[in-house]
Structures are given as C-alpha cells and as structure tokens.
C-alpha cells in the first residue's frame, strides 16, 4: 500500500508570506505527527493528532504555526508570516497510534526555503 | 529534560565488516525505543524497535541492543554494505506521555567498498 504522502515535495516562498504543507497518511492509521528537521540535526516535535483527541501542541514553536486533521486523515500545516529561521524540512509521519503496535511511518517531506 | 544523544556523528567502516551505532538517552522514563535510517533527501526509514522489557531484538541483518542501567542502546549493523550507507538516528518514547518521539541528532555512516 501507499506510504505517507507530503506535498509540496519543496516550496520557495519570500519572507513575511503563509505557506501550507500538506500530509496524506497511511490507511488506517489513526495517529498522524509533524516533525521539523533543520540541516544536519535531528527531528524536532511539532504536534501530534490521534483520533479524536485534542491535539498536543506542544512542539510548536510560536503561534505562527499551527495544524489541522480533517476527517482524521489529511493534515495541513500552516506556517503564518514566514521568517528565515522556518527554513527546514518538514516532516509528517503515521502510526497506529498506540505504542508497540506500529512504529511512526514518515514521508519525505516538504523541504521549506524562506527568502 | 528530556534528551537522547549519539556517542559518535560520524563512522566509517569497510563493505563487510560489522558496524555498532550507539546511542545514550537520559530519560529514565522512556520505554520505547526505534532506530531509524535516512538517506539523503528521503524522510527517516524504520528499522527496528525495542521495548523496554527486552534487552535485545534482532532483525534482518541488524540487532538493537537495550541497557537500562547505563541508560544506552546500541544498533548493529552486520556484513554492512554500500547500502547501508545513511544517517541513524535514535528515538524514544516516554511511559505515559505522549506518542510523540525524541530524536538524537544522528550517526552519519560511510560504507567503504
């Protein structure tokens, strides 16, 4: 089956501008998380979405992000007056939800550059 | 805080031989472990899991070793190959917490034909 699905795969945008990425997750997974990875380092957590629950926020690092999960499965990220230090790539991952029944699955994420 | 590290950032080895990434974390708490591999322009690939009841679990070509005293986990790599060549990274999860995963910064691995 289908992986996790990002799109876009890279987006350029100018300093000051809302950008949007986009995840698709795996079928049937019911957990769907946002990471960021700045070159060279290690994932950052942004927020996490299960089920119906409220999500954990706590990742995120101002109110300039923010994410949504429709129909607990599509989620979008939101970025609001872009700065340079956005700049990094974006990484959405699934997983069933519960520990030990399924690792988190990742895409390959949206490379994001600010002007 | 929370933290999860690498001992080394970068190891290099011959096509063949074995190779050990280690990993230390900090939190006395975490209770699942995933070894992950990323290559360049690709999203983190899963390898292999280990539960904090287990010390040790093996996969295809690879064992993760678990030691909850010293607060270490180690990802071996056997017959290592050009393939093989990648970032490993280290993440854990916490008992109770949330479902999200706290990342080390990375081994970077160079298989040497």
């Known amino acids: 089956g289908a992986g996790v699905s990002q799109s876009p795969s890279n987006k350029v945008t100018e300093k000051g501008k809302d950008v949007e990425l986009r995840c698709d997750p795996i079928?049937?997974?019911?957990?769907l998380y946002w990471y960021r990875q700045s070159l060279g380092q290690g994932l950052e957590f942004l927020i996490y979405?299960?089920?119906?629950?409220?999500?954990?926020k706590s990742g995120l690092p101002s109110d300039r992000f923010s994410a949504e999960r429709t129909g607990g499965s599509v989620s979008t990220l939101t970025i609001q007056r872009t700065q340079q230090e956005d700049s990094a790539v974006y990484l959405c991952?699934?997983?069933?939800?519960?520990?030990?029944?399924?690792?988190?699955?990742f895409g390959d994420g949206t490379r994001l550059s600010i002007l | 805080g929370e933290s999860v590290g690498l001992h080394l950032p970068t190891l290099s080895v011959q096509e063949g031989d074995n190779s050990i990434i280690n990993c230390a974390y900090s939190?006395?708490?975490?209770?699942?472990f995933i070894w992950y591999k990323q290559e360049s322009g690709k999203g983190p690939q899963f390898i292999i899991d280990?539960?904090?009841?287990?010390d040790k679990r093996q996969g295809q070509r690879v064992t993760v070793l678990l030691n909850k005293t010293v607060k270490h986990l180690s990802l071996q790599i056997a017959a290592t190959q050009p393939g093989d060549s990648a970032v490993y990274f280290c993440?854990?999860?916490?008992?109770?917490?949330?479902?999200?995963?706290?990342f080390g910064k990375g081994t970077k691995l160079t298989v040497n034909p």
């Open positions: 991952a699934s997983s069933y939800g519960a520990k030990g029944k399924g690792a988190q699955h």
């Open positions: 079928s049937g997974h019911t957990a």
């Open positions: 979405f299960q089920g119906n629950s409220a999500p954990d």
């Open positions: 939190n006395s708490a975490s209770d699942y």
């Open positions: 280990i539960r904090s009841n287990m």
């Open positions: 993440a854990e999860n916490s008992r109770g917490g949330s479902e999200k995963l706290v």
